[in-house]
């Protein structure tokens, strides 16, 4: 069907796990390993690969992409914890929320774990990262996957988030939320085209969806010392991005969208063009959304 070609043309991503090893490593290791390293990517179409070939990503600095066909799930640098395998667009937002090694951060819906590991990263190991999920089975997996990577900075709770006491002094030092709460995961390229949908159950199923984004995005935006939240999904649907959004920054007036990465080619709808889209058409990645939150400086100063 034209969705499984759609899906054929999306590049394998390739995260590199920096707690483990550098770039530089994993490229050698990948020339020697019968790999062709083309360089650093300098346009979208670079990202369209074919048999042995790779490149650097152009938008994040530590991913390599990769022609459709490659599996690394038996391969050495996998099973080591050297490289992740994650989606592009899934990278965006511990990425963009970039929490300094020693801060405190949450992740509020953490399970399987590939954007724990990739928060425990970008703060090399350093702080205290507390990742709740309310599923004991994804979260077993995630121990796993967090052993194999070599995250050690992190706490993991079986826990509802809505129920998680924003006063606690626990978290009195949260400055970081990273939230990617449960979605229609309608951007999955995998999950798209599976039969007729009834229209009435399918809006009630995103307004259920919507309501629950809500009440978490609410809930993160209570921790007193809160910085920045980054609030994503691999939805499509405006429903769980810009309108979630739009309900949040009307009842929360302290915080307002921070612009994100202007040159990615695609944006939130208007008028929330600082959020970015992903697709598989205009980004080569499934279909996902990001929006970055930020407490204004003022109240932050208002603060006691
Ligand atoms: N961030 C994860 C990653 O990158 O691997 C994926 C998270 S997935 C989109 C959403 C997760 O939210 C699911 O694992 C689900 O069990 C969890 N969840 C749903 N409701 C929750 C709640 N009230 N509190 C905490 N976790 C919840």
Redesign the pocket.
Known sequence: SAQQSAKDQLPRYVRVNTLKTTVEDVVDYLKRDGFCYRGQALKLGDLKLEKKDFVKDLHLPELLAFSYKTDFHDHFLYKAGHIILQDKA?CLPAYLLHPPPGSHVID????????TSHLAAVMKNKGNLFA????AK?LATMSTLLLRAGVTCHQLANQ???KVDPDSPKYKDVEYILL????SGSGMVCLRDSGPVDQEEENARLASLASFQLRCLNHGLKFPRLKRLIYSTCSIHSQENEEVISACLLQNPHFRLVPLLAEWPKRGLEPFSQCLRASTSETLTHGFFVALLEKHREAERAEP
């Open positions: 899934s509020a819906c953490a399970a399987p774990g590939n954007k709740f999920d309310l599923d994804r509802d988030f809505l990617d709460p449960s979605c």
